[in-house]
Each structure stands twice: as C-alpha cells, then as structure tokens.
C-alpha cells in the first residue's frame, strides 16, 4: 500500500482495538479496488472518544468505524443521527461531511440482513416466532432487522428481564409483536419458532459457553453472530439435528460494505476470496 498526498484516511476507533479485523477487511477491499486508500486502527480511551471524533475532519480522515465502548457515546457527539441508528441507540459508523459535520449511522442491520439474506435465501420471515438471545446492542440490531422483515412476533430471551422490555418497548412495531422472557423458559420459547439467532457473547472464545438444548423446529435456521470461532457449539449441535445454521463472520463483512462506500466511493461485494482472507486469521476451529 502506498501512502500519498491525496490517499483517503478512514479507521476503527476502539478500546481496545487490536483485535479487530476491520483494517484487514477495508484493506482487502482497497486493494481490489485500486482505490487510493487508508484503513487504520485508531484505539481511543473512552475519556477521549468526544475529542477523537471532532479531530477527523481536522486531520483530514473521511470517517471511521467504530467499536466497543464508544457505540452509545458517540450518538451524543455526532451533529446528524440517521434515524435507524437513533432507534437502535448505537452508531457503527461515521461520515465526515465536506462541511467538516459528523454523521453517524449504524450498518449491524444492514450487515444481519444481508447475511441473513445469503446464508438462507429461502427463509421466509412468517413461518413462525423469530427468537433471540440476548438484549445488548446486537439483539437491538438484529431485532430492527427483523421487525423490517415481517415476521409478527419477535421473542426475547435474556437473564436481565428489565433490559429486554426496554428493547421491547423501543423496537416493537404495528406489525410485530415483541414479547420478553427468562433465561430459564429457553426451551420452550424455541418450539414452533421459525429463526434462532444468538446475540451474546457466550460461545466466544474466552467466554462462558452457550448452553440450550434446541427444540425448534429442524427447518428453522440458527444463527450466531459469534465468529470466534467460526462454528460455535450452538452452530454444531444445530447442523446436528438439520437446522440450517448461520455463522457470524457474514454479518461483519456485510456490515462494513456501506463505510467503505462512502468514504472510498467505490462499491465492494463479499466475496468467497474475502472471507477466505478473514477465516485464515482466525486461528483453528
């Protein structure tokens, strides 16, 4: 990669931010591109993150991407917030507009769906209970995702009652029925359901694992949004009993498609060669 006067700056701000695979991911699609380009690794410490934003379009960057913690603090600080962002409450991305202004949007739905889109082109969106694990920032992703694509009735699993009824409350529409209930009704919860998707962390490498036993129906897809590793237990058991599964490394690729558009202005694909380059950095399965 050659570094010029008129290269594009764009990055990840994060904290930590090591361990991202956004620079590789951006950096790939550079390269494919041709685009005269930069994708860096910017770790902010969360005390700075209001400094690190107003300083893009001082030092000339396009925008950036943006990671743990600084999702939710960054809607302050932006001085535009698309509305799908505002009704998720997190922000993935930021635009510098020519007038030097921040934009912030988030691409999670727009990554969930695509991939969603891909791995299971046949699903279709009213067979049935669309379930979810978790009530964190993903779950709110996902649940906007889902509530664009028509099934009646979403159902939240999470140990935190209190924080899945505001998601409830924040997300549920006209046409979909959001409905909430305990880590221990998991199983039931499941029967009759037409998708699965896990949004917490259990299941990721270094974290406390993903125990449930699936009942949902064998035609149902499952879905993690873990992608260390890149086949979770969760994904296993359900290949085991003939669920389609869904990993989440698709969602990250799929995510980070509208950021380098807008600020490289060149359109990029997922293609096999692209997930290709990403699984090999993920160590073994």
């Known amino acids: 990669m050659k570094i010029a006067g008129t290269t594009r700056l764009a990055g990840i701000m994060g ?15 550079l390269a494919e591109t041709g685009t005269d380009g930069a994708y860096v690794p910017l770790p902010v410490r969360p005390e700075h993150i209001e400094q690190a934003l107003r300083a893009l379009p001082i030092l000339g960057f396009r925008g950036c991407n943006l990671t743990i913690p600084h999702k939710q603090t ?7 917030v698309e509305p799908l962002a505002r009704r998720i409450g997190a922000v ?5 507009a020519p007038d030097g202004t921040l934009e912030a949007r988030n691409t999670d739905m727009f990554g969930f769906r695509e991939n969603l889109r891909e791995a299971v082109p046949d699903w279709t969106p009213g067979v049935g209970p669309a379930v979810i694990l978790g009530a964190g920032g993903s779950a709110r992703a996902v649940v906007a995702a889902l509530t664009d694509a028509g099934p009646t009735e979403i159902r ?15 997300l549920e529409t006209s046409s979909t029925r959001i409905t909430v209930h305990p880590w221990s009704e998991v199983g039931n919860v499941q029967r009759h359901a037409g998708l699965l998707v896990n949004t917490t ?24 949004i873990v992608y260390v590793p890149l086949e979770t237990d969760l994904l296993r058991a359900a290949r085991r009993r003939g669920n389609p599964v869904v990993d989440g490394l698709g969602m990250l690729l799929h995510q980070g498609r509208p950021g380098f558009e807008a600020w490289f202005g060149a359109p990029v694909r997922v293609t096999p060669e692209l997930r290709a380059a990403i699984v090999a950095t993920l160590g073994p399965p």
């Open 15 to 29: 904290w930590p931010v090591a361990h991202s695979r956004s620079p590789l991911l951006h950096g790939f699609w």
């Open 74 to 80: 960054a809607l302050q600080v932006a001085d535009r």
């Open 92 to 96: 993935n991305t930021i635009i510098v």
């Open 156 to 170: 939240i699993v999470n140990r935190t009652l209190a924080r899945a009824e505001i998601l409830a409350r924040d």
């Open 201 to 224: 962390s259990l299941g990721m490498t270094g974290e406390p694992p993903l125990v449930i036993d699936l009942s949902l129906p064998p035609e149902a897809p499952v879905v993690d």
